[in-house]
């Protein structure tokens, strides 16, 4: 506050002088004395009110309202900037959905529940540790297969027993043709174990993740490289195009690396995106499908994002 009074007492000093002088001259019709002549009880008599020195002479009382309003707006301005602050981290602290006339609608993400990476036994590093050469993940592979978002029905058939999913049918979701050598592919390759989850949601996307442990990264490398040059291609999809240069290539999660396909038209039965995830000792398979077209881009790439962070 000492900020905003000093200003306002400067005026009063400085004009107080200035309007005596002019009462004195529009009050005297004769002409003024000269200064020095002037006797300084005079000049406070009665007769020449207007001439009352600066250093005695009461505040105007235009000034003193002056003062009056600048405190006034000033606090007014203190209090409204207050106002304002909590207003907006009121805001900021909200969802946009509960602001009346802020909700926007949805891009079509889903709502997955809480996602949280398994925890590690005992004793075991972390995939990616410097102690861990193998790049194992340690932890129980059911539990780094992405949950189903909100409202999706569960696909029974990807149950496995105890969760552990049969190569056989993990070797289903491949073209006919592909599925016999794959399948030797894989025992020679050291796979060790399979988990899997699907899921349909209302708009009829379909979506299924396998995740396949092999006995370290050297071969997890193999499998890959040979997935990704179409040794085989996942059912209804053969002539899937891979997309280079996009947005998986662009997602920075550690120690995780991603291809992505998409179908190209005439599209069969279903529409097809996939896209295979390496980490480590392990390789995830996405696949979502829609009839007659393509499923959403944007839960394609929410899914495909979410299990490459259970892994990375």
């Known amino acids: ?17 200035r309007l005596s002088e002019e ?12 200064p020095q002549q002037q006797d300084p009880v005079a000049a ?11 250093e005695v ?16 707006w000033t606090a007014a301005v203190a209090v409204f900037g207050v106002i304002g602050a909590a207003t907006a981290y009121g805001v900021t602290e909200q969802k946009r959905t509960d602001l009346p006339g802020l909700a926007t609608e949805s891009d079509g993400r889903w709502t997955y529940p809480a996602i ?37 029905t569960p696909d029974t058939a990807l149950a496995g027993k ?6 056989s049918v993990y070797l289903d979701a491949y073209e006919k043709e592909a599925r016999q050598d794959l399948g030797q592919q894989l025992k020679d390759d050291g796979l060790r174990q399979i988990a899997a989850r699907g899921w349909t949601t209302p708009d009829g996307t379909r979506t299924r993740i396998y995740a396949l442990r092999f006995t370290s990264a050297a071969f997890t490398r193999i499998v ?15 002539y899937a195009d891979e997309e280079y240069g996009g947005w998986a290539e662009k997602v920075d999660i550690q120690y995780t690396k991603r291809n992505v396909f998409t179908e190209a038209k005439p599209y069969g039965r279903t529409a097809v ?33 979410l299990q490459s962070q259970l892994l990375g």
């Open 23 to 34: 009462s004195q001259q529009a009050e005297t019709p004769q002409p003024a004395e000269e």
């Open 273 to 305: 995106r996939y896209a295979y995830i390496e980490a480590g000792d392990v390789i995830a398979l996405v696949i979502q499908s829609g009839k007659a077209s393509l499923p959403p881009r944007i839960t394609f790439q929410q899914t495909v994002v």
């Open 116 to 152: 949280e990476k398994p925890p590690l036994p005992a004793g075991s590093p972390a995939p990616f540790a410097d102690a861990n050469d193998s790049e194992t993940h340690y932890a129980d592979l059911r539990k780094l297969v992405l949950p189903q978002p909100r409202g999706a």
């Open 44 to 54: 406070g008599s009665p007769q020449q009110p207007g001439l009352v020195p600066a």
């Open 224 to 238: 890959h490289a040979d997935l990704t040059d179409n040794v085989a291609s996942p059912a209804d999809a053969p």
């Open 1 to 17: 506050m000492s900020e905003t009074l000093q200003p306002a007492e400067e005026p009063q000093q400085a004009e107080t002088p």
């Open 57 to 72: 002479a009461p505040p105007a009382p235009r000034d003193r309202r002056v003062l009056r309003a600048v405190l006034r």
């Open 162 to 167: 105890d969760g552990w999913l049969p190569t």
